[in-house]
């Protein structure tokens, strides 16, 4: 068996299975290896120590490119904002305060004025701007009660066969207020959709009121009208012993008495305020 130069046996012929010499007996090529890179004699200028190569090998420093310069500590130790070249952001007497009013430049004084200046607890001039309540008129009214007197006419009227119709023993009176320019006197009857707004239905109930009886009816001259439907019974006014033509508007004045049915009275009443 083959001997390499160093002794081993090798059945290899060309290299040393053992150590790799190459059997001819001619010593192996070197393997180059790079130098280490001569020092230039440039020193980092962060920590002196000298320039092996791009970087320093002590505290990183790159002698290409340099260190990024830190940025600047604000007053609470934090990092400041490095400022960028930005539109700068109106005033705000362009765009207005924080809720959209336009806020004036500072020192400029308005084409008013300055406001008037109201001392504490004192209310001046202003005073005697304000409303003062002086007995206006706010409005018309009914009053709906039993009359007995009505009550006794209207029976003397019936015809003989006619079936009596007795006086309540007891009947509140009733207020509505005239809040609309027409109002309808009468009993409410809901299957034919008849809602009166001054409502006869009781209790008591006053039977010989027609469901659609009469209307009050507003004039622009701020006068009430009453205005009979063609009741069953007729519509009188004032204790007079004839009603009222059906459809036509009566003018009322305050105080008036409109007697509907056999014993209900209607008084129209002005409403006022002290």
Not at 3 to 12: D, L, R
Not at 107 to 112: H, L, T
Request: with cysteine; proline share 14%.
């Amino acid at each position: 068996m083959p001997t390499c130069p160093k002794g081993h046996q090798s059945a290899a012929t060309d290299y040393c299975d053992e150590c790799g010499t190459p059997m001819s007996g001619q010593p192996a090529a070197a393997v180059a290896t790079p130098a280490p890179a001569a020092a230039t004699g440039e020193a980092c200028p962060k920590c002196g120590t000298a320039r092996a190569g791009r970087f320093c090998e002590v505290c990183g420093h790159d002698f290409v490119l340099g260190d990024p310069e830190p940025a600047t500590a604000g007053p609470a130790g934090t990092a400041a904002a490095v400022s960028t070249p930005e539109t700068p952001p109106p005033p705000p007497e362009a765009t207005g305060g924080a809720d959209g009013v336009p806020v004036p430049p500072e020192g400029a004084v308005s084409a008013e004025g300055p406001p008037p200046v109201v001392p504490v607890g004192d209310a001046g001039a202003l005073a005697t701007e304000l409303p003062r309540r002086t007995g206006q008129v706010a409005g018309w009214r009914v009053v709906a009660a039993a009359d007995p007197e009505h009550h006794a006419r209207m029976q003397a009227a019936a015809m003989p066969d006619a079936p009596a119709i007795p006086f309540p023993a007891f009947c509140p009176e009733r207020r509505f207020a005239l809040r609309s320019g027409q109002v309808l006197i009468g009993r409410r009857r809901p299957s034919r959709g008849i809602e009166p707004d001054i409502d006869l239905t009781g209790p008591p109930e006053d039977a010989a009121v027609s469901h659609a009886h009469a209307l009050l009816v507003a004039g622009t001259d701020g006068i009430w009208s009453v205005v009979d439907l063609d009741s069953a019974n007729g519509t009188y006014l004032n204790d007079a012993p004839d009603s009222i033509e059906p459809h036509t508007p009566v003018p009322l004045k305050d105080g008036d008495r409109i007697h509907v049915g056999a014993w209900t009275t209607l008084t129209v009443q002005r409403e006022e305020v002290g």
